[in-house]
């Protein structure tokens, strides 16, 4: 322990040291005044490196999978259940769905923002990506922003996007039973810097026997008796893909329904395969608990909704597992206080992001406050869930925007008690909420 005190000392020497070259000797110097610390907090948001710990991006080098322009843009899953809310009646999904990206794309861009104003996040995601990009959006001329995009090269594009949105790297999902993945790690496809995997389970944990088959085909004789008694090979497989593809975490979406423990699939997998593992090899479980799948089956992607979980079977799971790391989110409003305060409870659980339907500028402004209130900067406020490339480009800039707006006011507040902080220490809890808080997490 006391080794480790000295490492910690020395970290923070070292960090302070390096802000001290980065900013300057201002940076050490106290903030005197509301309208400098104002300006302060809002330049260290705007200036902040971040990581953005979930998205379902992939690198070039997996073809098809990574998805960008503004074709994707327009036909992300967010603007098809938005076209349905205001579609003419003769419009089927069937008929959706049977047209090209490009079809599809033109009427989202005539429904959505031609003929109603694009008010809704979704729809204002898309005009911020063009302004930033410099694509001025006022002349509404998706021909010439459609001929914009042919003339990028992907992997410069891939750069540049990460340098608008201000990330270092973004942690992908990778699911090992999903055939048009697995294809390109056979094959050795490079991955650049800018992305990390994580292994995904929820096929495995959710539904065993229907991936059965695969998982054998991979060469796991997982039998086809009880998860206790294919546990170990379980094990083993997914150790396999661990060291194939080394993970920053293991992940897994749970319904609304899900409870632990219960007398399921679910449970066994988590205790006797997921859990087990997850120490062996000192890695977090990320669990984003929630979603009602698949209310409207015609939507595709766009066909899931949202119910309040279970918090109290998330207290139960990481009691039950305390040398676990549990990164969890939750997706209905209604649960993020209850999360909140049992992250106070438990060492072993990290509270992040504020996920899919909560990724609204309300509802982030409410969660950023309530968790600061409740957490202070042991927690991740955001990541993007960016599905297209592009998309990282307005899910942080409006995020960025909305958590300086709540950090002006709670450095304010301590302000106001007569404690004075410095632009290193702002610009030190600035990156601890965008990924500093994970990474210690997973070091710890
Ligand atoms: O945000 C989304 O795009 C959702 O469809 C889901 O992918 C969700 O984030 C998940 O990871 O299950
Ligand atoms: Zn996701």
């Not at 209604?334 to 060492?347: E, M, N, P, Y």
Request: with cysteine; proline share 5%; hydrophobic share 45%.
């Amino acid at each position: 322990p006391e080794g480790r005190a000295l490492a910690v000392t020395r970290a923070a020497r070292i960090l302070q040291e390096n802000l001290r070259r980065d900013m300057g000797a201002d940076a050490m110097a106290s903030i005197a005044t509301l309208d400098a610390l104002n300006t302060a907090v809002r330049r260290a948001v705007d200036e902040a490196t971040i990581t953005d710990i979930h998205t379902h991006l992939f690198p070039p080098s997996h073809g098809d999978l990574l998805l960008w322009g503004v074709d994707e843009l327009l036909t992300y899953h967010y603007l098809v259940a938005e076209l349905f809310t205001v579609a003419p009646a003769d419009l089927t999904y069937e008929a959706f769905w049977a047209m090209d990206k490009i079809a599809q794309a033109d009427l989202v861009w005539k429904h959505l923002f031609l003929e109603a104003s694009p008010l809704s996040e979704a729809r204002r995601g898309v005009l911020t990506v063009l302004q930033r990009l410099g694509l001025d959006p006022a002349d509404r001329d998706l021909g010439r922003i459609r001929r914009w995009f042919a003339r990028q090269d992907e992997e410069a594009y891939l750069e540049k996007v990460f340098d608008l949105a201000g990330l270092d790297y973004a942690v992908m999902t990778n699911n090992p039973v999903k055939c048009n993945e697995v294809k390109h790690f056979d094959a050795g496809a490079p991955i650049p810097a800018r992305l990390r995997t994580a292994l995904r389970i929820d096929d495995v944990v959710l539904n065993f026997a229907s991936c059965r088959p695969i998982i054998a085909s991979q060469g796991c004789a997982a039998g086809d008796g009880t998860i206790e008694g294919a546990a170990a090979a379980l094990r083993g497989w997914m150790g396999g893909w661990i060291d194939r593809i080394d993970p920053v975490y293991m992940a897994a979406s749970l319904p609304c329904s899900w409870a632990y423990p219960v007398d399921d699939a679910a449970t066994r997998m988590i205790d006797h395969v997921v859990c087990p593992l997850a120490v062996e090899r000192g890695l977090p479980v990320a669990l984003m608990i929630g979603v009602n799948r698949q209310v409207n089956p015609a939507l595709g992607d766009a066909g899931d909704a949202v119910a309040p979980c279970d918090v109290n079977s998330i207290i139960r799971l990481v009691a039950a597992h305390p040398d676990v790391k549990f990164l969890v989110t939750t997706l209905s409003r209604v649960d993020q206080h209850a999360l909140a305060v049992a992250g106070r409870k438990f060492r072993n659980l990290h509270l992040f992001g504020c996920w899919w339907f909560c990724n609204n500028p309300s509802i982030i402004n409410e969660m950023t406050r309530q968790r600061l209130e409740l957490l202070g900067t042991g927690v991740t406020v955001q990541h993007s869930d960016a599905r297209v490339l592009d998309q990282l480009i307005y899910k942080w800039s409006h995020t960025r925007r909305i958590v300086a707006d709540v950090l002006v006011d709670k450095y304010a507040d301590a302000h106001h008690t007569g404690w004075r902080f410095t632009p290193a220490e702002i610009a030190r809890d600035v990156r601890q909420i965008f990924g500093g808080a994970f990474e210690d997490f997973r070091a710890r």
